[in-house]
Each structure stands twice: as C-alpha cells, then as structure tokens.
C-alpha cells in the first residue's frame, strides 16, 4: 500500500498588500517523506509553512494536514513546528525551555529529560542546558528551538530554515538525524536557501514568487535541467520560469 498524504496543499493563494507570497501553489507530501523547499529569500517558503500549520489564513485554497484541514487543532499535538524566528524563552535557561514546552506537550518531567538528553547532545548544547537562552549567540538559539520543535517526537515536523548560522560539521549531523526521522516514518518538510542542502531530501520543491518552479527527486531535477548540481539546476529552471513570463 501506497504512502498517504500527510501534507496537502490545493490552489493556495496568499497575498500581502500588493505582493503575492502565494500563487496557486499546489503541494503533496507522502508519510515518510523529507521534502526540501528551496529557494531565495523572499520566495514564499516561511509564508508557505506557516499556512500549512494554520497560522495564516490563505486568500484562497485550502491546506489539509494528516487528514484534517487547517487551522484545526486536532494535529497539535502530533505536529512539531520550528519557526524562522527563535521559539524560545530568554528568560529561561535551555532545560526550562524544555520543561516549559514539555509541559505544554502534556510530557512527563522524566520524558522530557530524557528527550532532552537527546536532543541537547544533538543540538551540542549538553553542557550549556542551564545557561540563560538570552545569552547565546543566534545559531545557539536556533539549536535550542529545534530540540523544542522534535521534543515530543511529533508525526509530522516543519522546519524553516534550521541549519541557518550552524557551522558545516552540526549541519551535517541535522540532515543525519532528518533523515533518521523520516526513515522511522516521521514526515518533515525543510525549509532552506542553501539549495544544495536540498540533495539530503527525498523530494525537493523549488519555490520561487510563490510558485513552485519544479519538484521531484533530486537526480530527477539534476537530469531534467541537464545541470551539474542543483544551484545550475535552480538557475535553469529560474531562467526558464522568466523567459516564459516574457
């Protein structure tokens, strides 16, 4: 039996003022599946995101997440979300940033440092979990809202732009671990403007003005423009998308 959708966008349509942040946008994401969105910023994934988790209201169109349309909250607490601005207390040290979410997730205060153990090894912030959040740098921080955004081992997880200011060793740890997720059955959609990140992917939709230019597999997208890499192949497929609107 065939993979059900977990992610499904239709004709989603999103403006602000006179900018179009979505336009027609149609999405697919099977259970299992780690899709990459790519693109530049500014090209309509963060508005994309928080659509699908039913934090904006489309214009037109309609999102639809593990069977259930949104905004619903039926898929809150199987639904992990890290936003591109810092989900985190600064206030609180890393632990009570966990305990505090953790609490919201309806986890045990056993569980929760059990995850956290986990995480904070993942996030290589063992040692720093009963600093302030405040006193990191923004990299540091952002590791501490993705531990919050995997700590109650969610069905489906989101990420905008989660390796952004993390050094090439610990980004290569992330995609590791994405990649052990969704090889465990978790669906996660990625969002990056380091396209070729997108090779770590099963899926990759390259987002630009708020359609999608083009998605498949990344060997797909690779022989379907004839490019070297998928920075050739994103340019390709801009340039193409431009000639057509000429």
């Keep these: 039996m065939a993979n059900p959708l977990v992610v499904r966008a239709e004709d989603l349509v999103k403006t602000f003022g006179k900018r179009t942040a979505l336009n027609h946008l149609d999405l697919a994401v099977k259970q299992g ?16 995101i928080r659509t699908l988790c039913g934090l904006i209201r489309p214009d037109h169109g309609a999102a639809y997440l593990l069977g259930w349309q949104m905004p619903s909250t039926r898929v ?8 591109q601005d810092f989900a985190v207390y600064d206030d609180l040290s890393v632990l009570q940033n966990l305990e505090f979410f953790g609490e919201l997730y309806g986890l045990r205060r056993a569980e929760v440092h059990r995850r ?4 904070l090894d993942l996030v290589q912030l063992s040692d720093r979990r009963r600093d302030r959040v405040g006193s990191f740098s923004g990299g540091m921080r952002r590791r501490v809202s993705l531990a919050i955004s995997l700590l109650h081992k969610p069905r489906l997880v989101f990420l905008d732009e989660p390796t952004a200011g993390v050094d090439p060793k610990l980004r290569r ?17 990625v969002t990056t403007h380091l396209v070729e990140e997108a090779l770590r992917c099963h899926m990759v939709g390259f987002l630009m003005d708020g359609s999608l230019l083009t998605e498949g597999t990344p060997e797909g997208i690779l022989a379907q423009t ?11 497929l801009q340039e193409r998308g431009e000639e057509d609107r000429t």
């Design 173 to 189: 740890n992330f995609w590791d671990y994405f990649n052990a997720l969704a090889d465990g059955g978790v669906t996660m959609v």
């Design 116 to 119: 956290a153990d986990e995480l």
């Design 33 to 48: 599946q780690l899709y990459g969105l790519a693109g530049p910023n500014g090209a309509g994934k963060t508005t994309l």
């Design 76 to 83: 809150r607490s199987q639904l992990g979300y890290m936003p």
């Design 226 to 236: 004839d490019a070297a890499n998928l920075d050739d192949a994103f340019i390709r």
